[in-house]
């Protein structure tokens, strides 16, 4: 069974920065490319970055520059780099398959941008 455990979020300053973890399980993780999402109060659940399996990256306009999205297939993991992070970056943040068929949501992790 698939899992995804997402980590690393908090309250953060504007301008700071935060480093986003996502341990997967139960599958051969090295074979899927990963995206990770975010779900702001009253809004609807928006990819912001992917990443393929051999490493290329695509980011939404919104983040591009700021986020960098990497993996490590050794650890099963995919993190999340946030730099100068902004008011309306605020959300819950979750990592899943970029693609129609998810796999289970994990718990997600929260990240406030607030002075």
């Known amino acids: 069974q698939v899992q995804l455990v997402e980590s690393g979020g908090g309250l953060v300053q504007p301008g700071g920065s935060l480093r986003l973890s996502c341990a997967a399980s139960?599958?051969?993780?090295?074979?899927?490319?990963m995206g990770w999402y975010r779900q702001a109060p009253g809004k609807q659940r928006e990819l912001v970055a992917t990443?393929?399996?051999?490493?290329?990256?695509v980011y939404a306009g919104s983040v591009k520059g700021r986020f960098t999205i990497s993996r490590d297939n050794a650890k099963n993991t995919v993190y999340l780099q946030m730099n100068n992070l902004k008011a309306e970056d605020t959300a819950v943040y979750y990592c899943?398959?970029?693609?129609?068929?998810?796999?289970?949501w994990g718990q997600g992790t929260q990240v406030t941008v607030s002075s």
């Open positions: 899943n398959r970029p693609i129609s068929t998810k796999w289970p």
């Open positions: 990443i393929t399996n051999v490493g290329s990256t």
């Open positions: 139960g599958m051969i993780f090295s074979d899927y490319a």
